[in-house]
């Protein structure tokens, strides 16, 4: 399994296919720790989540639906 880059502060993803460069699905992998608060009901809350890990397995385009043709570009601005 190929792991996707994560955008940062100065990138973004883009399709290099269509050019989307605001939807996309993500399917991820975590691994995480969750203070879970169950009321006297029994209804679960998730009060704190720790992020042990995190892996994004493929990001998707929602416009064309590649898979394989996001880049990571630059965003307006970055270089300032």
Do not use: Q
């Not at 975590?30 to 809350?45: I, N, Q």
Request: include cysteine; hydrophobic fraction near 35%; proline fraction near 5%.
């Amino acid at each position: 399994m190929t792991t996707v880059p994560s955008p940062t502060a100065r990138t973004r993803w883009r399709c290099t296919l269509c050019g989307n460069l605001t939807r996309f699905d993500v399917t991820r992998s975590s691994k995480v720790v969750e203070y879970v608060h169950l009321d006297l009901a029994g209804e679960p809350a998730v009060e704190e989540r720790e992020v042990l890990s995190e892996t994004i397995e493929s990001v998707r385009c929602r416009w064309c639906s590649a898979v394989d043709k996001i880049e990571l570009v630059d965003r307006p601005g970055a270089d300032s």
